[in-house]
């Protein structure tokens, strides 16, 4: 992902971590109570945040990006909870477009249309989109290396990651029962996976033409286990698959 400056948004600090000790010449600027971190990542100028949970504070991370930071465009990776078929614990979902599932203005607007845009789903950039899912082949695809050990692996009940590549959804609620989930893939047969910020990225984005690109590693099922050991699975699965995810993204290819 080339940009002049680019935006790297994690939902969780454990996920941040790895970013943060691969940073060069890292600035740390305090501003709407969070920490932006500018310096430079395998050789790209980037700004690191931590957003904190849900879409209020997803969308006011992404307008001082844009608006404070100068990012001119912005990538984000976190976790989510799997919809789809097949999506299972430990795959990767990367976002074509997003959805905010909870948003709901009838009967003025169609269901999940944002009032006054026309559009309930928002697409993430096209070109920035597919170098992620290489990077995320490269990475996780056939034949490469597991990334993390055997017991890991075991514990979680994990198998090799897939990679998917589809609609994502965004709510303002932590889907952890099998009647919401139910109800979710009912009304949005396509969904792969929901989470709590990416639709809010997306629509600021879309409001100021700045392209972004999305991953999340799926963390749960969004039923009633989905109170696994969060903690656990972020700093031993999720935030290995996403620092690698990123380095395959970003660092120049020799
Ligand atoms: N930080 C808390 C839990 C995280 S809340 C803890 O450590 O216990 C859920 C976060 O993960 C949100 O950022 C959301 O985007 C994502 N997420 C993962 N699974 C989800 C699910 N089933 N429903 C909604 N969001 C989910």
Sequence with gaps: MSAA????????????QGLLENLRQPRCVR????DYTLGTLWGSDVVLVLCGIGKVAAAATTTSLIVEFGCDA?????????LGDGVAVGDLVIADSLLQHDLDARPLYP???????????FAADAARTHALHSAALTVFGAGCPPLIDAATQQSFGLHAPRVHRGLIVSGDQFISTRTASDALRLCLPDALAVEMEGAAVAQVCHDYGTPFALARTISDRADDTAHIDFGRFIHSVASVYSLALLQALLMPKS
């Design 31 to 34: 501003h709407g109570s969070r």
């Design 111 to 121: 269901q999940y249309e944002v009032p006054d845009t026309g559009k309930s789903r």
């Design 5 to 16: 400056c680019l935006g790297i948004v994690s939902a969780i600090a454990q996920e941040q």
């Design 74 to 82: 912005l990538l984000f990776t976190g976790v989510a909870g799997g």
